[in-house]
């Protein structure tokens, strides 16, 4: 691992009086799994969504491969992709349809045979041509990740990629996002509320609550700062000290 | 601006439409309700001839001019409304296109809107009524692309409001164009208006292309003065709303609200 691709120094998010997330500083270095957790309402999304460009923070700054957020959005963005198991694709089109105008969208080569790899890999080859409004809610899952994982992004953004997905679809996941980062030195910022998951995903673990950073490093030492017994012990200590 | 962003995503709205019988339908069946009705209302009024001779030449071109209008402002409000209802909005604006080719797109999607209805709308009339709209010559062009012009205006002033507003707002991308249509003088001349209402038509630039269109036909009169304000005006107010919707947009960002519109 190498340097940071990312950085995010004082970001803080106001909406009116209530301040959702707080002065919190990160790094996430080339090829690292930085996972965030904290209760509902810590302010994980927010801070997600100011990393894409959805959300104004009030101040701070995010940085990513040298450039600020602010001043060189496209150029970042080109570069960043998300999926989360909340979001949706439009229904009216088919998979590949959808992932065609994403690959548009970003301007890729060889659009068919890089959605051909990604249907292959996600296995998505039954349904590739059926209308997304009939996807079951595991295969959207899917089809935001292929979506995801199309463009070739350096950084990775995942809400809660596994959430909706069988064991052994989300084992596959988990398979292939850690062959994606050793293959192409893909950085990946992830939040889940699977502690066992976060355990065995994430190099590092940020643990936000009410908006500020509270804990911060391997799972091992948070779990050994804390003196609890695993991840899920320190979790639901730190969320009912709120 | 490039080129590829806004052709993904003109090709996503044209994936839309090649399955959708209602998306259809609002370019073939509509247009062609409107027109079967104004067509019988013109021939009914044909046979006062004596009286009204104008009426009959100007009824159906002012239809057909009113739905490019109408077609234009619903390309812009309703290609926006598709990503509310898709829930799509995050997976556009977290990549690289900006708000500049989003608007860009949705401009494209209006004129192929436009072209259809025309087209349908076009041949219809001549096929039914014998009405030939390319009577009105080589100024039919300028009186389309004012028109156009001015659906955009609408269509991108809506659309800035069901961005700040939510759902609530999104009735108005049928409902805002309508507020419009008096003051467009579509069918009548300005000059029937109250004086106080005159003043506010004046300033809308479909009136003008209207009162063209209407001095065209009945006196031949070449409209370079009405189309000279009509372009003006179009320019400022496009000008105009095309900062406030992306003055919308940053406000939205702020609040947080935009990848939450419509829920
Ligand atoms: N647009 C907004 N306007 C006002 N308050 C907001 C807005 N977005 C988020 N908040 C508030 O900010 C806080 C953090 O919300 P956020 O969605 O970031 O939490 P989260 O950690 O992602 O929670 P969850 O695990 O439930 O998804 C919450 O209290 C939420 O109500």
Not at chain 2, 152 to 166: A, E, P, Q, Y
Not at chain 2, 218 to 224: E, G, K, M, R
């Amino acid at each position: 691992m190498s340097s940071a691709v990312v950085e995010v120094r004082n970001l803080t998010k106001r909406f009116g009086e209530f301040t959702a997330v707080d002065g919190i500083s990160f790094d996430i270095r080339r090829g690292e799994i930085l996972g965030l957790l904290g209760p509902n309402g810590a302010g994980k999304t927010t801070t997600f969504q100011m990393m894409l460009g959805l959300v104004t923070p009030t101040s701070g700054s995010i940085h990513m491969f040298g450039l600020d957020l602010q001043t060189h959005r496209g150029a970042i963005l080109q570069q960043v992709n998300f999926s989360s198991t909340y979001i949706s694709m439009p229904y009216s089109l088919t998979v590949e349809e959808n992932l065609t105008v994403i690959g548009r969208l970003y301007g890729l080569s060889d659009i068919a045979s890089r959605i051909d790899d990604m249907v292959k890999k996600l296995e998505m080859e039954e349904w590739r041509h059926k209308l997304t409004r009939k996807l079951s809610s595991g295969q959207m899952t899917r089809l935001t990740l292929a979506k995801a994982l199309l463009t070739e992004p350096k950084v990775l953004f995942l809400d809660e990629p596994t959430a909706s997905l069988d064991p052994d679809i989300a084992h596959k996941i988990r398979a292939i996002l850690l062959e994606e980062r050793r293959a192409s030195g893909l950085s990946i910022l992830y939040t889940s509320h699977n502690m066992r998951e976060m355990e065995t995903m994430s190099d590092r673990i940020i643990f936000l609550q009410r908006g500020k950073i509270v804990a911060e490093g391997t799972a091992q030492d948070i779990v050994a700062r804390f003196g609890q017994a695993d991840l899920e012990e320190v979790f639901l200590k730190l969320a009912r000290e709120q | 601006m490039t080129y590829h962003r806004i052709a993904a995503l003109v090709i996503r709205h044209l994936y839309l439409y090649r399955r959708s019988l209602p998306r259809m339908m609002e370019i073939v069946y509509w247009p062609f309700l409107d027109l079967v009705v104004w067509g019988f209302i013109t021939v009914y009024l044909a046979t006062f001839q004596g009286q009204m001779p104008a009426v009959v030449t100007f009824l159906l071109g002012a239809l057909i001019l009113w739905d490019v209008l109408f077609r234009s402002q619903q390309g812009i409000a309703i290609s926006f409304l598709e990503e509310i209802w898709a829930r799509n909005l995050m997976n556009l604006f977290a990549s690289p296109l900006t708000p500049s080719e989003f608007l860009a797109a949705t401009m494209v999607m209006s004129l192929f809107k436009v072209t259809a209805v025309s087209i349908v709308m076009s041949v219809c009339a001549w096929l039914f009524y014998g009405y030939n709209v390319f009577m009105i010559g080589l100024w039919l062009m300028p009186f389309i692309v004012n028109l156009v012009l001015t659906g955009w205006i609408i269509g991108v002033l809506t659309t800035s409001l069901i961005m700040r507003f939510g759902q609530e707002a999104e009735v108005l991308a049928w409902s805002m164009v309508f507020l419009f249509q008096p003051i467009s003088c579509v069918f009548y001349p300005m000059a029937v208006l109250p004086a106080w209402l005159k003043g506010v038509a004046w300033i809308n630039p479909a009136a003008h292309v209207f009162e063209g269109m209407r001095g065209l036909l009945t006196s031949h009169a070449a409209p370079v003065a009405s189309l000279g304000l009509a372009t003006g005006l179009n320019l400022l107010y496009l000008g105009a709303v095309i900062i406030w919707f992306h003055h919308t947009f940053n406000v939205c960002k702020d609040r947080g609200s935009l990848v939450r519109v419509g829920e």
